[in-house]
């Protein structure tokens, strides 16, 4: 067993015994080788017609129907990456392309320059289905030539797409929901809530699963009415979940994931994120704790799992790990690794050849397309896919953010920036072991315009987070050009535009009136636009001790002090919960529970009203300088 077996047995009868409930958490909440590329290759194809995004209505929810639907032969499961027996679709989201290759050599037969970025697609011939995240639009492909044949703004960040049955259904991570679309018309038919931002789908029989991002759920729907049928609970601490994969022929899901040790009080590289495929039945609707595969046990040490598939026979489990870059192969009757392959940077999606003995992955920072013969496991074939049009210095940067591979970043391939920050987000979990006290993960979109960083602003710029990848992570060191390589990335990062607006991406007017709240509660002292944050520390007496030691002694206490780093509330309809531990689960908690004596803002006289304005306000930042000016003035 490696050096850290004890980690993994630990981990292992961690999973064996708490499963489901995963113990306390903080709550209130080879060589590869490419072909040449052809002399030949087609043209890209470009949307002539393509036209700034519509103006957004809301999507009129109208009354449930019974659509008519017919259960596919086998499981499916949204995915970024399409394979049949000889052709391969893929989207890229860098250069914001899709393209269909020739399979086995891999030449391009197409690449469509969407304009968007693609998360997921779905196949039904002759078309193909993108959901692209950035711009909330479905783009509809012809799969045979890469034409544009329609498109249309759907809602705010579809990320899942499937078909069946005549119905296309989409995830809305950042709303929320599940949506079932006619797939003739694409026409709304239903629409759904699910939990907090739900991301992956598949579909056995009449059944339709949702996989959440943040906490790692399951929810279990009607395929044809989109009724909701129950729910699977991974556990508290169960995180970064964006695919699920069903058994064709047991009741058995497959959850990858990861989990955030956020009780551990003594924080190490091998004691902090752990690797995990859960299993879970699909009839009871609960985990299956005796099968659950901690990955850092069953293999060598892998880096953040997104996604699984079942080999034809049903009894071996291909692992894809895009943080360290590799699949580990496991043997479900064994319940332990067989093999392990690295691929290439940054795999996000993987799929079997119909035959099975061809893998291919999607690795989204080398641009290409791994192929492993699944006789030996071994890399056979690398196929190019796209060109990243970014400078170079932002592509490093993206791939020193994403890794966990290099020995300068990571001891054992074990942790990465993004095991926290994924996609450089967060991951809505307050750390009770974090240097100075417990402290809530913020999201980096933006960060380089507002250092000093960290709660306790002891960062001064992302420059010196070198001792973050020599300490916590326990690597060798990046280089200082390696540093400024991830600083580059990181500043090209903004917030995202809220989703708490009218359907054309105004202010509502109960949030203009919010800003007048803002301005006369003192807000804007400390949260002045644009950035809404003087970048200064301040004590708003939200640093009395908060959560109770896991240990049973005490309470965790504040070791830097109890004034903490203005944040920028940028991004504040996306980052729940709030202030620097955590410890309020609602906006309104900030304003009115953890603010009875207006130490943080004068909010304690307020009317209700005035309260739902603000947060209104709030809740529909950042500002367009238009709207900055318009109410805050030059």
């Known amino acids: 067993m490696w050096q850290h077996a004890h980690w993994a047995l630990l981990m292992a009868l961690s999973v064996w015994l708490f499963g489901a409930c995963a113990g306390p958490g903080p709550t209130p909440t080879p060589v590869l080788t490419s072909l040449p590329t052809p002399t030949a290759a087609l043209p890209t194809v470009v949307d002539p017609t393509r036209t700034p995004t519509p103006a957004r209505v809301p999507t009129p929810t109208p009354t449930p129907a019974e659509p008519a639907f017919e259960p596919p032969n086998r499981p499916l499961r949204s995915g970024r990456l399409i394979v049949s027996a000889d052709a391969l679709w893929a ?51 012809d799969e045979r030539g890469g034409a544009i044949v329609e498109r249309r703004w759907v809602g705010h960040a579809p990320f899942g797409v499937l078909a069946a049955g005549g119905l296309l259904y989409l995830t809305l991570t950042h709303e929320d929901t599940l949506l079932a679309l006619d797939l003739a018309t694409l026409e709304v038919i239903t629409r759904e809530p699910t939990g907090r931002q739900p991301r992956g789908l598949a579909l056995k029989g009449s059944n339709l699963y949702v996989v959440h991002l943040l906490d790692a759920s399951v929810r279990v729907f009607s395929a044809a009415t989109l009724r909701a049928l129950g729910g699977i609970r991974i556990g508290l601490q169960g995180a970064f979940a964006e695919s699920i994969t069903l058994h064709p022929d047991n009741p058995r899901a497959y959850v990858p994931h990861q989990r955030q040790n956020v009780t551990n009080m003594a924080r190490l590289f091998d004691s902090t994120v752990f690797p995990v495929v859960n299993a879970l039945d699909t009839d009871e609707l609960r985990p299956v704790r005796r099968e659950a595969l901690a990955l850092d046990s069953v293999d060598t040490p892998v880096g953040m799992p997104v996604v699984v598939a079942l080999d ?99 001891r054992d391939n074990w942790i990465a920036c993004a095991s926290c920050h994924f996609d450089a987000g967060h991951d809505g979990r307050t750390w009770l072991g974090a240097r100075g006290g417990p402290r809530n993960t913020p999201s980096l979109r933006g960060i380089t315009d507002t250092g000093p960083l960290h709660w306790s602003a002891d960062r001064p710029n992302v420059q010196s987070f070198e001792e973050t990848f020599t300490g916590l992570m326990a690597g060798t060191g990046p280089s200082e050009a390696e540093m400024d390589a991830l600083a580059a990335y990181l500043k090209r990062l903004k917030p995202l535009p809220s989703t708490q607006r009218g359907g054309d991406a105004e202010l509502k007017p109960l949030a203009i009136r919010g800003a007048g709240v803002f301005q006369r509660a003192g807000c804007v002292a400390c949260h002045a636009p644009p950035l809404f944050t003087d970048r200064e520390l301040h004590d708003v007496g939200t640093g009395q001790p908060f959560y109770a030691n896991p240990s049973g002694r005490g309470m965790v206490p504040e070791t830097m002090g109890t004034a903490f780093d203005t944040p920028s509330l940028r991004e504040l309809w996306l980052t729940a919960p709030y202030l620097h531990d955590g410890r309020a689960p609602a906006l309104r908690d900030v304003l009115t529970t953890f603010n009875p004596t207006d130490r943080h803002g004068r909010t304690s006289g307020l009317s209700e009203g005035e309260l739902a304005a603000l947060e209104a306000f709030l809740l529909g930042l950042p500002l367009s300088e238009q709207e900055r000016v318009q109410l805050f003035g030059e």
Do not use: K, M
């Not at 030449?107 to 078309?127: F, H, K, N, S, Y």
């Not at 590799?326 to 479900?332: A, E, H, K, Q």
């Not at 690295?342 to 290409?368: C, E, F, I, K, M």
């Open 91 to 141: 989207g890229h989201p860098a250069s914001r392309t899709v393209t269909r290759l020739a399979l086995p050599i891999g030449q391009r037969v197409w690449q469509t320059d969407i304009g968007c970025e693609a998360a997921t697609l779905a196949r039904v011939t002759p078309r193909l289905f993108v959901a692209c995240f950035d711009s909330g639009e479905l783009v509809v492909l």
């Open 312 to 410: 034809p026979s049903g009894t071996r489990l291909y692992v894809l790990n895009a943080a360290s870059d590799d699949i580990s192969l496991v043997d479900l009757i064994q319940g332990s690794g067989a093999r392990h392959v690295a691929v290439g940077h940054h795999p996000r999606d993987l799929s079997l050849s119909p035959d099975g003995t061809r893998l291919y992955t999607l690795n989204l920072v080398s641009d290409d397309v791994s192929v492993v013969d699944t006789a030996t496991l071994t890399i056979v074939d690398t196929l190019p896919l796209a060109e990243d049009p970014r400078p170079s210095i932002i592509q490093e940067g993206e791939r020193l953010f994403l890794t966990s591979r290099p020995d300068q970043l990571a």
